[in-house]
């Protein structure tokens, strides 16, 4: 089967039809759409449309509130926090975005929690609009168990993704978004649809062997990236984003789920610090030099400049479809 | 050759001696000789009095203020700064705690930066005393090139290490501390005095091949833990201890350094977050939930808990000593 060509507006319109059609108003569905293409757009396909079926499984199951209204309220002078009603994480992180860079501008440093929130998405994607703004971000969520702890063998940590955003002048900012698992669920998922083999080390069966078949890591667990080193960022990212603001861990989210293959209710907290507030004069040209030493070495990139570069392929030549998945889409209308 | 046995009392006598009979006033003496000795109470040989020879040629070359007296000064609402007066980090360290304490309990969050500092010791010991007041709290700081940049041959990054802290009732808190290269360069250097071999993938040659010779890899440089992944994140290190804060970057510490065997000027970031400003019932219990989840797991611990263990022993037993090591930190008497 071949690929399903489509522009990115017609893309992102699908999308919005599917979602309204299951339950998303217009506000919500608009939102998850604009992270789910952004995601195609950069070919982060295991982001993109690949979730559409999880979105409308948790809005036909009635998990997830697809007219949620977010409201943020500031809990003190550098921490805010946006209840996502029950919704979708876009529209929470839509609305939290302003507010947390106008605190982070005024006080050097803020937090911005979001709770009440089901996230599905590139993490990336919701910092890029702080670093435009100027700052520099940090982005944690949780999910649900897929990771096993050091000397574990359960899953126990979500896949836990971080992401790291640092501003450039007249060019797409710097930022890293990976999981703490050495893959993301995500890339095994796709592994498992397209048939692929999963390199050694990525997970292990139910039973706690080594496994490369992606369709067995998924029944048994990941790894963390990096073994105990990888484990300990993901107990930090578990701290954060349960007990810190006071949402459901991995393993709570778990538990309190309905398994409707849509993602679970959980937390997720976004860091912002403004760095004309630390006393420097030029933050930006310094970071500009530390770049430009980096990449002066041969077999060097900065993380997140092939994501750019998909960026602008996708604008000319719109996105790819799997035929299976363009189908499945379809069949939500 | 055997070990000699002291007291940490000793110890730390022994270390303050020789810091004033080098350069050091007495704060400077006492603040660095507490952070040795708490290392080598906890077993981290590396950073224990294994560094004391490097402090005495920094002062006796003249690159470190043993008389620095730190500055600290609020930049903005949640950001403070401390100029450690080109001396070590741990004076400066002890007169940033309580200020950036006392900001993060009333903001919520709060950065500290420190600049015109030398450090050369473990971070945990440095957010213990944050945790203590019920805060969490991360570190940062670089160091000088060490490690080779993902796709990279040479190195590039410091050993970059980040500490994680949480507070725990009637409990020591729970705190990592990680290099972002496979292993502390501390700890290869001890392997190459004790004629050890490293596990592979520490490390490659000059040449750029895998080596697990520490006398090699001590030539050549460390590799990133969990590959691209730990390499993202040495590079956000390096953002945070260089341009956001306006210190020097691993690769220009390098550059500027004399080259005495001491440790380079450089900076560091500690970001102090109060868990009660986040609008939650009782972090401190969920956390304690979530360590529960996690150590009903076979296998599992919590990290830091071995660090934890080897103090009640150290209090007890005192500290063990290489006579080689004895030996020459006498001869600085």
């Known amino acids: 089967m071949s690929d399903v060509n489509l522009s990115l507006t017609e893309a992102h319109e699908l999308a919005v039809r599917v979602l309204t059609q299951n339950g998303c108003d217009n506000q919500n569905a608009v939102a998850v759409s604009d992270t789910m293409i952004a995601a195609e757009r950069d070919l982060c396909h295991s982001h993109g449309l690949f979730r559409l079926p999880g979105y409308v499984a948790s809005l036909r199951s009635g998990k997830v509130n697809g007219n949620a209204k977010p409201k943020v309220e500031k809990l003190a002078p550098s ?58 971000a940090m982005a944690f969520t949780a999910y649900t168990p897929s990771v096993a702890p050091a000397g574990g063998t359960r899953p126990f940590y979500g896949t836990n993704p971080m992401a790291f955003g640092w501003p450039r002048t007249n060019k797409p900012p710097m930022i890293f978004d990976q999981a703490t698992a050495t893959q993301a669920r995500g890339e095994v998922m796709i592994a498992a649809r397209d048939g692929h083999v999963l390199p050694a080390g990525v997970g292990i069966d139910a039973k706690g062997n080594p496994s490369t078949n992606p369709n067995e890591v998924l029944e048994g667990c990941l790894l963390p990236f990096g073994g105990y080193k990888g484990a300990s960022i993901a107990l930090m990212i578990e701290l954060l984003v349960g007990p810190l603001i ?88």
């Open 79 to 136: 921490v805010l926090r946006t209840d996502g009603n029950n919704g979708y994480a876009p529209l929470a992180l839509k609305a939290a975005r302003d507010p947390l860079a106008e605190c982070a501008m005024e006080t050097g440093i803020a937090a911005m929690s979001l709770i009440n929130i089901h996230h599905f998405s590139a993490l990336w994607v919701e910092i890029e609009s702080l670093t435009e703004k100027g700052l520099c």
């Open 246 to 333: 006071g949402e459901r861990c991995s393993y709570e989210a778990e538990s309190a789920d309905n398994h409707d293959g849509g993602p679970p209710r959980g937390g997720e907290i976004l860091i912002a610090m403004n760095p004309q507030r630390f006393g420097t004069q030029d933050p930006y040209a310094h970071a500009e030099r530390l770049f430009t030493a980096l990449l002066e070495m041969d077999g060097t990139r900065l993380p997140g400049d092939r994501r750019v570069q998909n960026r602008a392929k996708s604008a000319q030549n719109g996105i790819f479809v799997p035929q299976s998945l363009h189908d499945k889409i379809q069949s939500f209308l």
